[in-house]
């Protein structure tokens, strides 16, 4: 199998999780040895038809219990409800050049660079949980992160706006302030790992902006305008709230007056 959108519906509609990543991976080496195929021709299945694994078991937020990460126990919850952060990112990189066609070859395979990060992120985190003797799907997960893309299912500008510019994003502003508390701890193998995370995180949120730029030049919108009329219609409670890395956010991709429109509350 050497065809892009096979291996994302192979990787969407199958809920074995090495199976997922060995697809991802295989699609990543194929695109690095330029032996990937971008034929678009199959038809795109419904996003109802994606399954997950059975375990994690997903609650909503406020059933999800509050743990402080300087004892044990807190630990492993944080880094489980990352993996699962990660995990479902890997999802959300592959949805996104699956379901929206027609783009220039760039585009897939910028999204797809960005599924096989977030797949080695999930396996870094994976690894640091059995070091702790936990296993991912051992506790309950967040159940709202798909939510944005099934409400985006049919709208790449409020996909883009939605996932990488507001979900992603908002790693870059909590993300340091986690790596200062683990760096007091002396959690040198977790420190690495977010930093890791971070790193990536950045150029992620990028393509994002990029190609919500690129997408509303396309099609004639002013893009600052239309971020805030896309995150007002389909953000839960108007707009994220602070604070906000604006360092990061620029380098992501953010102008000022996002940035402005965001801090203005």
Same mark, same amino acid.
């Given at each position: 199998?050497?065809? %892009?959108?096979?291996?994302?519906?192979?990787?969407?509609?199958?809920?074995?999780?090495?199976?997922?990543?060995?697809?991802?991976?295989? *699609?990543?080496?194929?695109?690095?040895?330029?032996?990937? +195929?971008? +034929?678009?021709?199959? @038809?795109?299945?419904?996003?109802?038809?994606?399954?997950?694994?059975?375990?994690?078991? %997903?609650? *909503?937020?406020?059933?999800?219990?509050?743990?402080?990460?300087?004892?044990?126990?807190?630990?492993?919850?944080?880094?489980?409800?990352?993996?699962?952060?990660?995990?479902?990112?890997?999802?959300?990189?592959?949805?996104?050049?699956?379901?929206?066609?027609?783009?220039?070859?760039?585009?897939?395979?910028?999204? %797809?660079?960005?599924?096989?990060?977030? /797949?080695?992120?999930?396996?870094?985190?994976?690894?640091?949980?059995?070091?702790?003797?936990?296993?991912?799907?051992?506790?309950?997960?967040?159940?709202?992160?798909?939510?944005?893309?099934?409400?985006?299912?049919?709208?790449?500008?409020?996909?883009? /706006?939605?996932?990488?510019?507001?979900?992603?994003?908002?790693?870059?502003?909590?993300?340091? /302030?986690?790596?200062?508390?683990?760096?007091?701890?002396?959690?040198?193998?977790?420190?690495?790992?977010?930093?890791?995370?971070?790193?990536?995180?950045?150029?992620?949120?990028?393509?994002?902006?990029?190609?919500?730029?690129?997408?509303? +030049?396309?099609?004639? @919108?002013?893009?600052?305008?239309?971020?805030?009329?896309?995150?007002?219609?389909?953000?839960?409670?108007?707009?994220?709230?602070?604070?906000? +890395?604006?360092?990061?956010?620029?380098?992501?991709?953010?102008?000022?007056?996002? %940035?402005?429109?965001?801090?203005?509350?």
């Amino acid at each position: 199998m050497n065809n %892009l959108f096979e291996i994302a519906e192979a990787c969407l509609h199958n809920p074995n999780i090495d199976e997922k990543l060995a697809f991802t991976h295989h *699609a990543k080496l194929l695109l690095d040895n330029k032996l990937l +195929n971008f +034929n678009s021709n199959q @038809l795109v299945q419904a996003i109802s038809q994606v399954k997950f694994p059975e375990k994690p078991i %997903l609650q *909503a937020p406020r059933h999800m219990p509050k743990r402080k990460i300087t004892s044990p126990e807190g630990v492993i919850a944080f880094f489980h409800a990352i993996a699962h952060v990660e995990f479902m990112a890997i999802y959300l990189a592959w949805d996104l050049l699956y379901r929206f066609r027609g783009l220039p070859e760039q585009f897939y395979q910028d999204w %797809l660079s960005v599924a096989d990060e977030e /797949a080695q992120h999930f396996e870094l985190i994976r690894q640091h949980l059995r070091s702790l003797n936990v296993e991912y799907g051992d506790l309950p997960a967040h159940g709202g992160l798909w939510d944005h893309a099934a409400e985006t299912a049919d709208d790449l500008l409020a996909r883009l /706006a939605l996932v990488p510019r507001c979900m992603e994003a908002r790693g870059l502003d909590v993300t340091p /302030a986690i790596i200062t508390k683990f760096t007091a701890q002396r959690d040198e193998a977790g420190v690495a790992i977010l930093n890791r995370i971070l790193t990536d995180e950045v150029k992620h949120v990028e393509r994002g902006s990029y190609w919500f730029k690129f997408i509303c +030049n396309q099609e004639g @919108l002013e893009p600052e305008s239309q971020y805030q009329a896309l995150i007002t219609q389909y953000y839960h409670g108007g707009k994220p709230k602070g604070p906000f +890395n604006r360092e990061m956010r620029k380098v992501a991709g953010f102008s000022d007056a996002e %940035l402005d429109w965001l801090e203005a509350g």
